[in-house]
């Protein structure tokens, strides 16, 4: 991958700029100081965010993917079919969402390399034990594309726990992986698996693709959809990178744990509609 932290001119714009949607006027949170706000403090208290318990999550991943590898464990496949149904019942709106990519580095060596029953299963634990993180935190599995898991955290009501949730949920992303998985595929020498994750935050609209309100494929559309795509592939392996929607709705405490990255036009051409400059992204970093 080349390098992707360089200095740029962020005033320019090109073709790019529409995937930016402007930012709507009667959005609750643009009115709050996420600095000083004695509300974001009383929100953010743990009353209604995810608390996820990692060493468990872990264990509890290492049981499955040691099942998977030893006796053939099959996942029960019921993360997507929450979505459908959430879905189906918002056709046309359209809704505040986090979205969260999460990729599996290297898949095209893995699949040359290993035979298809190792493919096989790496791929479907990596994708349902993302899932099942996702879920834990609260998120739906939107759907499974290949080598990559998409999610989305709904932001309607409260987004600074929506956004809270998906944090989290990356992180504890990169501890499955680590910790998880790749502690039992080594035994049986599998490759080491690596991670790359992207998120944005913003309105998408729910379509469904037929006239069978039951059975015609739903998907989500909009901005951070494409966001969220395009800020995961500029990610380093076991790289967190957020969109600064999502940034600026993080508390204050949070945010210190983000740095903006510093782009070049030649890896980001991604501009805000609003200021006409690339749009921020900040990358985890503790």
Known sequence: MTENQENSNNNSKNENSD????????????????????Y???VLNRKGAKVVDSETLIKETQKRVWSSLKQGYEYEDTTIDESDKFLRELISSRVNMIVVYVDLVGSTEITL??????????IRSFAQEMSNVIKRHDG????????AVIGYFVAEALPLIAVDNAVSCAKAM????????????????????KVKIGMDFGKNIIVRYGSNKKNSHVDILGPSMNLASKIQHT??????LIGEDVYKRLHANMQKQFNQVVW????????DRETGKLYPVYAYVG
């Open 140 to 147: 739906f599995v939107l759907k499974f594309v290949g080598d």
């Open 235 to 240: 990610a380093y392996p076991n790289q967190i």
């Open 113 to 122: 390399s290993l035979p298809e029953e190792k493919v096989a299963i790496i």
């Open 40 to 42: 974001v403090d009383m």
């Open 19 to 38: 995937d930016r949607e402007k930012p709507d006027s009667d959005l609750k949170t643009n009115s709050i100081d996420h600095k000083s706000s004695d």
């Open 174 to 193: 990169i501890d499955v992986i680590e910790k998880g998985m790749n502690p039992i595929l080594d035994q049986y020498d599998y490759p080491e698996l």
């Open 264 to 271: 070049t036009q030649t890896h980001w051409k991604y501009h």
